[in-house]
């Protein structure tokens, strides 16, 4: 299982980026956990109203993104979950999803979260949506992330360095 090696990072303020969150809907106590992490992350990095939308599944995710970043968003958060089956499902889904995700962010040069949970068991999803029980938050992760690496494409664009 990930998590070792994750680098402590403390929040930032964030309060002058405008951020979205996209989140499928399949898998429900799963995406309601990454939700919340990722809305706990929003509010601890001081994000003042973010977008929330919702698509039907993970596949979705990179057309919605890539919508927001149109509407010229600092970052968007993608939240999704894929859960190996018995047909090549999975590999379809998540490669997908993955190159989506990627080319958005270099398409638009946006600050693209990937909270995109690929797991063999619905356990192992569970185990990393944020929720009590769970080891992981992946979407506070995934919030986080992208804020950083949208305040740090700021400085890039400034010409500011570290």
Known sequence: MAGHGAPEQRPIDCHDLRV???AASWHVEVMD???DGARRALKDYRVEEPRVIRVPGTFELAVAADAL???GYDAVVALGVVIRGGTPHFEYVCSAAT???NRVALDHQVA???GVLTCDTEEQALDRAGLDSSR???GY???AAALVTAMALKKIRRGYDD
């Open 33 to 35: 956990g990454l939700l």
């Open 69 to 71: 970043a149109r509407q």
């Open 136 to 138: 992981e938050d992946k």
């Open 20 to 22: 979205a969150v996209v």
């Open 99 to 101: 190159d989506g995700l």
């Open 112 to 114: 693209v979260g990937f």
């Open 141 to 143: 992760e995934a919030a």
